[in-house]
């Protein structure tokens, strides 16, 4: 089981959030994002994983947090594969430890941003049970060619929430908004939004994050 930082809005939470950081960060990223978001009135438990240690190619074998490996600039072109299935592995656990703590899948949001967007759609999107909701942000679709023969029907409703700067250096919002075509083909309700900010998150998205886990978590 991956190590976590965990917030509860209040005693006996019914209702969980998991949040994955993204490369080379670490669970305590979006901590203190839970006080900005106007969070419903009811208990909810913030689950924020440590993603495991690991060499990246891309940053000249550095050890650092991943969830998978990054093998060359075009993340979209070569993939490891291996390294995003195990960490959706990992994330499986995670729903199912919430599962036995008494958030229904129906309570669950998986939510991610970069690399940790990457790993929650690949999860989501495959779950068995409809989760309440999937927020990848300034993130795309990893293994994109495999969704539509290993996606489960459980969840072709789940609503998405996609967000991404539109200055953003690191994933393109040109990836971005191929990974949204690509899910809403599918027949996947995504909601998209975009930010006039580099790899990063904004107040403004922040109030749209908010907005949004009030109305799926409602």
Known sequence: MLDTIEIETAPHPQASVIWLHGLGADGSDFEPIVGELDLP???LRFVFPHAPMQPVTINGGMVMRAWYDVLGEDIARREDESGVRASQRLIERLIEREQARGSAAGQIVLAGFSQGGAIVL??????????AGIMALSSYLPLAGSLAAEAHAANRGTPVFMAHGVQDPIVPASLGRRSRDLLVSLGYPVGWHEY???????AEEIEHIGAWLRRVLA
């Open 122 to 131: 690949q999860t989501g999107l495959r779950q068995p049970e409809r989760l």
């Open 41 to 43: 009135a009811r208990a």
């Open 196 to 202: 006039p900010m580099p790899h990063a998150v904004c």
